[in-house]
């Protein structure tokens, strides 16, 4: 049974095909805060606006990956991400991202790894693993 441990908290796909689980990752959403304008008080008040969120995952690779990878970088294409649970009962996130950052590393005697960034496009579903 898979946990959150073992690399298949987030699953890339790009045309449907998995192309790379991960060896860890990060989600982070943000909110742009409007300010309210309110005469007589003091404290300011705000508004929740426009939400964003983007995802940072390290990956373990081969050529291959790479170059899927990298086109779909080069080429502006959306990629479908899954992270989440996997075992029945969790939550999962979907959504469709694109890249707007990557980078590879070769550690002398550690394994190579290539560091993603990617903006969420669209708003994200969730759901329950049945």
């Given at each position: 049974m898979a946990s959150k441990l073992d690399g298949s908290y987030v699953l890339i796909k790009i045309n449907g095909t998995t192309v790379a689980g991960q060896t860890d990752s990060t989600m982070s959403l943000d909110a742009e805060m409007v300010n309210v304008i309110i005469s007589g008080g003091r404290f300011s008040e705000v508004l929740t606006g426009k939400i964003s969120y983007n995802v940072n995952v390290s990956i373990v690779y081969d050529d291959a990956t790479w170059l899927t990878l990298y086109n779909a970088f080069k080429n502006g294409?959306?990629?479908?991400?899954?992270?989440?649970?996997?075992?029945?009962?969790?939550?999962?996130?979907?959504?469709?991202?694109?890249?707007?950052?990557?980078?590879?590393?070769?550690?002398?005697?550690?394994?190579?790894?290539?560091?993603?960034?990617?903006?969420?496009?669209?708003?994200?579903?969730?759901?329950?693993?049945?």
């Open positions: 294409t959306d990629l479908s991400m899954y992270m989440g649970g996997v075992n029945v009962g969790d939550v999962y996130f979907t959504f469709n991202a694109k890249i707007n950052g990557i980078s590879r590393s070769h550690p002398m005697g550690g394994l190579s790894v290539i560091t993603l960034s990617v903006v969420g496009n669209g708003e994200p579903t969730y759901s329950t693993v049945v």
